[in-house]
């Protein structure tokens, strides 16, 4: 075969997966859309509820509460961004669905049925930090903040809040929780494929630590009650993180060998009805001088998949066309 026809070969699976890709990302865009639509025709009561907080900040330190817009365009704007967030929110199980589906042709097969607990628990916690930045991060950062002023002197200090910086402000907050709160599902699905481990995740427990402090600094506003709010929150995810690491390691290894006692079953009886297929390699391979080598589970059945694959591949060269001359 000429390399111009191997090029062509390469070229189509990469033009399939772009458009697959392009596919999907028209599916998670028009569902944001469609769910921003639905915000923007409620855009007063999401105002409402996102101006809430700066509300009882405002009333608890005798302020007006009232906040401005600095250009003629600043209330369309700001509703319009609302709407844009909200409907983020809203579509976020479709955008989380149509990335898993993406990756999944990828995955092995006992990978890919954790669809749709992978696209709730990502929504839940995604949600889940947004509440809790929005119910017990935002009422204390505005009390510090909006308490913060000058009252002595023959000049006061008081906030003119404009609902630009607000706007921007909140969307900051509530995005990095909602993020960082995605950490448990996160490092799990690592954990299940078998990237991370528990016991790596021990090891660097104090770095995770520095690190926790260094992103509440990044993350959120310049002051310390909001960096301390999102730091203790994320160092506690991480135990989280170890417990829910080991406990799918444990569940990975009992699939690995379900799947591999599937696979010997399914061999016996291919074996017995006549079939001439190759039987795959052994797991086990002595070394010169030293026992058998031991392999761990997960080491195991990636072998077994690469065997299998390449003897798959044998089978489908005997049967293919001959090679011109």
């Given amino acids: 075969m000429s390399s111009e026809s191997h090029l062509e ?9 772009l458009g697959e890709l392009r596919q999907r990302l028209f599916r998670a865009i028009a569902g944001v859309c469609v769910a921003a639509i639905g915000c923007f025709l409620l855009h007063d009561q999401i105002f409402t509820i996102l101006a ?4 009882h900040a405002l009333e608890a330190n005798g302020l007006p509460e009232k906040m401005v817009y600095r250009s003629p365009a600043g209330a369309f704007v700001f509703h319009l961004k609302t709407a844009i967030l909200g409907g983020f929110v809203l579509g976020l199980p479709i955008v989380l669905y149509q990335l ?32 809790f930045a ?30 630009e910086d607000y706007l921007g402000f909140t969307t900051k907050l509530l995005l990095a929780f909602g993020l960082v ?9 690592l954990a299940w494929i078998g990237l991370v481990t528990h016991k790596m995740l021990i090891r660097f427990w104090r770095w995770a630590v520095v690190l926790a402090f260094v992103l509440g600094s ?19 995810l991480y135990g989280i993180s170890i417990g829910v690491a ?40 002595s070394v010169e001088g030293e026992g058998e080598e031991v392999l761990s589970p997960e080491e195991a059945f990636r072998r077994r998949q690469l065997n299998l694959d390449l003897n798959g ?11 011109d001359d």
């Fill in 218 to 236: 990044f993350l959120t506003p310049p002051d310390y009650i909001t960096q301390i709010m999102l730091a203790i929150p994320i160092i506690c």
């Fill in 9 to 17: 070969q390469s070229k189509a699976p990469f033009l399939e997966h």
């Fill in 134 to 163: 929005y119910n017990f991060v935002m009422p204390q950062a505005f009390g510090f903040l909006v308490g913060y002023t000058i009252d002595a002197g023959p000049v006061q200090l008081v906030p003119d809040i404009a609902v």
């Fill in 246 to 285: 080991y406990v799918l390691e444990r569940k990975r290894d009992e699939s690995f060998y379900e799947d591999d006692e599937a696979e010997d079953e399914g061999d016996e009886s291919t074996d017995d009805s006549g079939d001439d297929t190759q039987e795959p390699v052994a797991l086990e391979s």
């Fill in 313 to 323: 591949d044998q089978n489908e060269e005997s049967d293919g066309d001959p090679k």
């Fill in 52 to 55: 809430e907080p700066l509300r």
């Fill in 181 to 189: 709160f995605e950490m448990p599902v996160a490092i799990g699905f």
């Fill in 100 to 131: 898993w589906m993406f990756v999944a042709p990828g995955l092995y097969r006992h990978e890919q049925k954790f669809a749709l607990p992978f696209v709730a628990l990502s929504t839940v916690c995604f949600i889940g930090g947004g509440l």
